[in-house]
């Protein structure tokens, strides 16, 4: 039985040594942290007693609204610096929207293609992470329209790469799982094809936050997302990135509710809209630089 | 014998090591490797190992290495080798009944890969039942059939509520875990004689008693270098809790500060240095637990078995 430590385990011994002095303090401030836009919500709502009478029993019972949201979509809904928290226009949308109703908010972080299923299933009472209004999800889930994006593309700064969005054939190209920029980019896809060229190659994430990442890192040659995202990201690179074109294909983002809470989906339109009377939507929107999207009208399902 | 001393004496041998000029060579080709790493590490501005270690020093990232990774392989372990025995034993049972339910469990969990069982776990069990009630069984059923006021359910557990927690991380690592951990455990407690539990029985022991005194005692010294190692491959699991998604993790939080800075590779790096601390911890601490179980087997270094896997054991 020798006592003496082997040259291994004198070395790991002291790797772990090194490791835990490391932690011996956490600290919360990144020398690099990007200046984040927005600042926090001034505006408080006061409850509506004519809209807290229309919340479910289930809410209402709970006192709170479980929302379900992919936090890598940022500006629109990211974890702040804290890891935990949930930020971004939409938080601070609904937020106020469920002050009007007088209940609280608990924002779940989820995988994006989650969500709806989350929605339908009971497990979140609302979804709300910047959701395209589209004919396939309208079938599944009621949708409350909030806001306007369209699609941006981005691409290094100078377009390096010479890229063409009408002629991307043969390129890599940056796309979160799940949106509706996939189905943009198999169209074109598919255009490229029949005319004999190269099909474009994407390159599908989990998060946005890892697009962004993916074009700066020369992995992908351009990205697509919704033009909130994509001009925040290019904001957000310092210069690194550059917009590409115009946003197109403009779009109104919807909350997500089961098909069995219509009454509830109409409820949160007219909290939206009496947000829209007292200047608040638009003053949210300004926070985040988004006034662009703004809507004038709040419907179900439109 | 006289013959002997007229034999002259040989000369004297000159006795060379044998040269090894290509080991030189290895040993330059390697330096040269070695060399140009070292200098892309301190060229390269991307690898920004200042950040990196910033990155391992935040707040969440301690918080999601405490909470996910360490509390979540604990806790995936405590699951896994408590059932993992269970389930060893009942695997050995003579009773035909619970032998196939421990082979079933068995062949689900280790043919079911890890991430996407934490998947399913995450939003699909949720979405199946929503919540999950313990009573009697058929008892809702039972109660209306008969009018009973109670419907026999003694607790309501929220499926939802519990599927983004470190318990729904824990249940699947731990579940997945116990399978390997079973066959670990069949394969000690096969490695100890029949002969060790026919003598307890002849001194009158009971079956159980047999196997907590004579057989399990013995079997660690087959089972601890394995699971040490099973362990090890838990921690690095924990990443897997992103499939859930469990955002209080090292791996997520690390991740997160990579693609929020857009500084990726220090975000990865943060992650490795931290899961080579711990698993260096973890494998000082298997070698003590090892000399410890293997005491009375003669200096049969440990060093040779670290690496070898159980029978059994399939790729974890």
Redesign the interface.
């Known amino acids: 039985?020798a006592r003496r430590l082997s040259p291994a385990?004198a070395f790991?011994?002291s790797?772990?040594i090194?490791?835990?002095a490391?932690?011996g303090?956490?600290?919360?401030s990144?020398?690099?942290?990007?200046g984040t836009a927005g600042s926090t919500p001034t505006v408080s709502q006061t409850k509506e007693t004519s809209l807290a009478a229309k919340l479910p029993a289930k809410i209402k019972a709970a006192g709170k609204i479980v929302v379900g949201t992919d936090?890598?979509y940022?500006p629109n809904e990211?974890?702040g610096?804290?890891?935990?928290t949930v930020k971004g226009m939409d938080v601070d949308l609904f937020n106020a929207v469920a002050q009007k109703f007088g209940v609280e908010v608990d924002w779940?972080?989820?995988?994006f293609d989650?969500i709806i299923?989350?929605v339908?299933?009971?497990?979140?009472d609302v979804g709300v992470s910047s959701f395209t209004i589209n004919p396939d999800r309208k079938k599944q889930v009621n949708m409350v329209s909030y806001f306007n994006a369209g699609t941006q593309w981005a691409v290094l700064k100078g377009n390096p790469k010479k890229v063409d969005p009408d002629n991307a054939c043969g390129l890599s190209i940056g796309v979160q799982k799940g949106t509706i920029q996939i189905d943009d980019l198999t169209a074109r896809s598919k255009k490229c094809t029949d005319a004999g060229k190269k099909p474009i190659t994407q390159i599908v994430e989990q998060?946005q936050?890892?697009v962004?990442?993916d074009l700066?890192?020369g992995k992908a040659d351009a990205m697509l997302a919704d033009s909130p995202i994509g001009l925040y990201a290019i904001k957000?690179?310092g210069g690194?990135l550059e917009a590409l074109g115009t946003t197109y294909d403009a779009a109104p983002y919807g909350i997500v509710l089961p098909k069995s809470e219509t009454a509830f989906a109409q409820a949160i339109a007219e909290a939206l809209t009496s947000l829209d009377s007292s200047g608040d939507y638009k003053k949210t929107l300004s926070n985040w630089g988004n006034d662009s999207g703004a809507v004038s009208t709040f419907a179900v399902n439109p | 014998m006289s013959a002997s001393t007229s034999v002259e004496r040989p000369g004297l041998i000159e006795a060379r090591p044998v040269r090894h000029p290509w080991r030189w060579v290895a040993l330059a080709l390697i330096a040269i490797v070695v060399a140009m790493m070292l200098s892309s590490f301190i060229t390269n501005k991307r690898w920004d190992w200042g950040f990196a270690l910033q990155v391992m020093n935040q707040t969440p990232v301690l918080e999601g290495l405490w909470k996910g990774t360490i509390i979540g392989t604990v806790g995936a372990m405590i699951i896994g080798v408590s059932l993992g025995i269970v389930i060893a034993i009942m695997r050995l049972s003579e009773n035909p009944v619970l032998k196939w339910v421990a082979f079933a469990y068995t062949w689900f969990f280790r043919a079911i890969p890890r991430y996407v069982l934490l998947a399913i776990l995450g939003s699909g069990v949720g979405y199946l039942y929503s919540t999950l009630d313990v009573g009697v069984p058929f008892g809702q059923q039972l109660a209306s059939a008969l009018g009973l006021s109670s419907n026999l359910t003694f607790l309501t557990l929220n499926v939802n509520a519990l599927s983004n927690s470190i318990i729904a991380g824990i249940v699947g690592l731990g579940l997945s875990e116990a399978a390997y951990m079973a066959e670990i455990a069949r394969a000690g407690i096969l490695s100890v004689d029949k002969g060790q539990a026919e003598a307890a029985q002849a001194l009158g022991m009971s079956s159980g008693k047999t196997m907590r005194r004579i057989v399990l005692p013995q079997a660690m010294r087959v089972i601890v270098p394995p699971t040490g190692n099973e362990a090890i491959a838990m921690v690095k699991d924990t990443s897997l809790l992103i499939a859930i998604p469990i955002i209080a993790e090292l791996f997520y939080q690390t991740s997160a500060i990579g693609v929020r800075t857009l500084k990726i590779m220090p975000g990865f790096v943060a992650a490795t240095l931290w899961y080579l601390i711990i698993c260096s911890i973890l494998m000082v601490g298997q070698y003590y637990l090892e000399r410890h179980f293997g005491r009375g087997f003669g200096q049969k270094k440990p060093k040779d078995r670290r690496f070898a896997r159980g029978a059994g054991m399939g790729g974890a």
């Open positions: 039985m385990i790991t011994a790797a772990a090194v490791g835990l490391l932690a303090c956490g600290s919360s990144l020398s690099s942290s990007p936090a890598t940022a990211f974890l610096d804290d890891g935990k779940v972080p989820a995988n989650s299923l989350g339908d299933s009971g497990k979140y998060a936050s890892k962004t990442a700066v890192s957000q690179t690194q």
